[in-house]
């Protein structure tokens, strides 16, 4: 009954906007009476039934390549399937077509040690030189955690030197080079995390670039040579607690991947490092993290030698898994167009099981908000595209494996696209959906670098809400979903969430919510499904997201990146 009644004061408020625009207009500030009534259908209830089953503990966490992930894959193509909507990947099957996309994975599984010793100079020798030692046990205790990288048997350091590198960034049009004049072949870089205020900051808080996050550096450190490379982990740069990486502390270090390309520069091994670890690390070389931080700031940083060394082995076992993306399609009327797309991107793992510790938790990470309900919003959204009259262009609708483990579906889909992604418009990316109520406003993330935001402006406008650009762009929240992975090929994004000002709230309180969440729920077990939350909120972005998809579905030109934008060039290179 809520459902309902709050599906019919939306359309009463939305019938009585201003006077109804053509549907190609995807700039109207108002909405047709089709797009009102097909919005209605996006319902507390359509989200929060998905929602709950999503996030059972019967999926077992929904980690990619096991059981539980495989059956959430099967539970989204059978909703799809029911809707009517048709297959969106090519099969080798008599019909030709299926719901599943496979997607190939890598499961690195390193043995770690108990511990991890640091040497004085090039060789470990007296005991004027202790080595300092730094656990890689305890959960949060831990001051180390490593992973494998390098699709290899096992990751070898031999008195492996240590540069600090600063940012660990390579960014020439920014006159930046941490690299320069150093040479790091066969040594092991330790880099901050987060970057310089290349882009100016935003509500007092620096905007991080791509540049700033830690699988650029990872990534930046193996095409210098590097050995492995060690980021300094704080709450404030990484944007998350430490216990959220030292939940993998432990025996044994396990990272998904897909499978490298020829001649792909990798590291024998990536790890974080604890910040007091890192600056008790630093001391024993007889410098200061402090003060190295400070240099690391200026352009005229040079990497400088730490005066230790450390050697370890890390065994590592390979084996092949399969995850799966999830893809539906609905075509498009146009006997043109319909050859392009609008697509809608949601990720269904999450991160498994881990030993129960009764009776606190049962060691089940449900992954309520990430992403049980993206998907049940994404769901919700095609459910009720399929009353509408179709759009011009086809639309797509992905969900995607392997987004915990590095974007792994979505860069695999972006590589191997069911569309050419130079006639992908748009992608509209859902990653945890508003559970507190309705909103005066939405978040867009990279507000500014496409043609996507004119269309989502004037859609929050029918709905009486205003856009802005991310509150916390320290966060670099762009880069950390799938959005990321398909913008890097080119393709325009949308990815928002209604808040954080919120209807019959005081100022700041829903970035209190939000920030709770963060501190006591991401990546943690109690990201449980709760009874309480209010999706009314939820709905309305949900309808602003469909709305969204079927005037760029239906707008006479593909989406477009603002000029200039970093992912412009891509859209250029882009197959058609």
Same mark, same amino acid.
């Given at each position: 009954?809520?459902?309902?009644?709050?599906?019919?004061?939306?359309?009463?408020?939305?019938?009585?906007?201003?006077?109804? &625009?053509?549907?190609?207009?995807?700039?109207?500030?108002?909405?047709?009476?089709?797009? $009102?009534?097909?919005?209605?259908?996006?319902? @507390?209830?359509?989200?929060?039934?998905?929602?709950?089953?999503?996030?059972?503990?019967?999926?077992?966490?929904?980690?990619?390549?096991?059981?539980? +992930?495989?059956?959430?894959?099967?539970?989204?193509?059978?909703?799809?399937?029911?809707?009517?909507?048709?297959?969106?990947?090519?099969?080798?099957?008599?019909?030709?077509?299926?719901?599943?996309? &496979?997607?190939?994975?890598?499961?690195?599984?390193?043995?770690?040690?108990?511990?991890?010793?640091?040497?004085?100079?090039?060789?470990?020798?007296?005991?004027?030189?202790?080595?300092?030692?730094?656990?890689?046990? %305890?959960?949060?205790?831990?001051?180390?955690?490593?992973?494998?990288?390098?699709?290899?048997?096992?990751?070898?350091?031999?008195?492996?030197? /240590?540069?600090?590198?600063?940012?660990?960034? @390579?960014?020439? $049009?920014?006159? !930046?080079?941490?690299?320069? +004049?150093?040479?790091?072949?066969?040594?092991?870089?330790?880099?901050? %995390?987060? %970057?310089? &205020?290349?882009?100016?900051?935003?509500?007092?808080?620096?905007?991080?670039? !791509?540049?700033?996050?830690?699988?650029?550096?990872?990534?930046?450190?193996?095409?210098?040579?590097?050995?492995?490379?060690?980021?300094?982990?704080?709450?404030?740069?990484?944007?998350?607690?430490?216990?959220?990486?030292?939940?993998?502390?432990?025996?044994?270090? $396990?990272?998904?991947?897909?499978?490298?390309?020829? %001649?792909?520069?990798?590291?024998?091994? =990536?790890?974080?490092? $604890?910040? +007091?670890?890192?600056? =008790? /690390?630093?001391a024993r070389g007889g410098q200061s993290l402090e003060k190295l931080t400070a240099a690391a700031q200026l352009k005229t940083f040079h990497a400088t030698a730490l005066g230790l060394n450390t050697s370890f082995v890390l065994p590592i076992a390979r084996r092949k898994i399969q995850g799966t993306n999830v893809i539906g399609l609905i075509s498009g009327n146009d006997p043109k167009l319909r050859r392009e797309a609008v697509v809608y991107t949601a990720h269904h793992d999450h991160l498994g099981m881990v030993a129960p510790v009764p009776p606190a938790t049962d060691g089940i990470f449900n992954g309520a908000l990430d992403n049980a309900s993206g998907c049940a919003a994404l769901l919700s959204i095609a459910r009720a595209a399929t009353s509408a009259n179709v759009p011009r262009r086809s639309m797509l609708f992905v969900f995607t494996t392997g987004e915990e483990q590095g974007l792994l579906g979505a860069r695999w889909f972006a590589a191997h696209p069911t569309f050419p992604v130079g006639r992908m418009s748009a992608d509209i990316n859902l990653d945890v959906i508003n559970v507190w109520g309705r909103t005066k406003d939405v978040t867009v993330l990279g507000l500014g670098k496409s043609s996507v935001d004119d269309i989502v402006r004037a859609v929050a406008q029918a709905q009486h809400r205003t856009i802005h650009a991310d509150h916390s762009p320290d966060l670099g929240q762009f880069y950390r979903s799938d959005q990321f992975a398909l913008a890097s090929v080119g393709v325009p994004v949308a990815a928002l969430v209604g808040g954080p000002e919120y209807q019959d709230r005081p100022a700041g309180w829903g970035q209190t919510q939000l920030d709770a969440w963060i501190s006591t729920n991401y990546h943690q077990v109690s990201d449980e499904y709760r009874a309480d939350w209010d999706l009314s909120g939820a709905v309305e972005d949900a309808q602003l997201q469909l709305v969204v998809g079927l005037r760029a579905a239906n707008a006479p030109e593909l989406q477009r990146w603002t000029p200039g934008d970093e992912f412009e060039a891509a859209r250029e290179l882009a197959p058609r």
């Open positions: 009954m809520l459902a309902l009644l709050c599906a019919r004061a939306l359309v009463a408020a939305l019938l009585a906007a201003d006077s109804s &625009p053509s549907a190609s207009d995807a700039t109207a500030p108002t909405l047709t009476h089709a797009e $009102q009534v097909t919005a209605a259908r996006i319902t @507390t209830g359509s989200i929060a039934a998905r929602l709950r089953f999503l996030s059972d503990d019967l999926f077992e966490g929904r980690e990619t390549g096991t059981r539980g +992930d495989a059956m959430a894959a099967k539970y989204l193509a059978s909703e799809l399937e029911a809707l009517g909507i048709e297959p969106g990947a090519p099969a080798d099957k008599p019909e030709g077509r299926s719901y599943f996309q &496979p997607v190939p994975i890598v499961e690195l599984t390193a043995q770690v040690p108990e511990s991890i010793s640091f040497n004085l100079g090039a060789v470990p020798s007296s005991a004027a030189s202790t080595p300092l030692s730094l656990s890689t046990r %305890n959960g949060e205790k831990a001051e180390l955690v490593l992973f494998p990288d390098a699709h290899v048997d096992r990751a070898t350091a031999d008195k492996a030197e /240590l540069v600090f590198v600063g940012y660990g960034i @390579t960014a020439p $049009q920014y006159d !930046w080079d941490d690299y320069k +004049d150093v040479d790091v072949k066969g040594k092991i870089v330790v880099i901050l %995390n987060f %970057n310089p &205020p290349f882009a100016g900051a935003v509500s007092g808080k620096t905007v991080r670039l !791509w540049y700033g996050r830690w699988d650029y550096k990872y990534s930046n450190a193996a095409s210098h040579g590097a050995l492995g490379a060690l980021v300094v982990h704080t709450d404030e740069s990484a944007g998350y607690p430490w216990r959220v990486l030292a939940r993998n502390a432990g025996p044994t270090a $396990q990272r998904l991947d897909l499978p490298p390309e020829t %001649n792909e520069a990798r590291l024998q091994f =990536r790890g974080w490092l $604890q910040s +007091d670890a890192a600056a =008790r /690390l630093v």
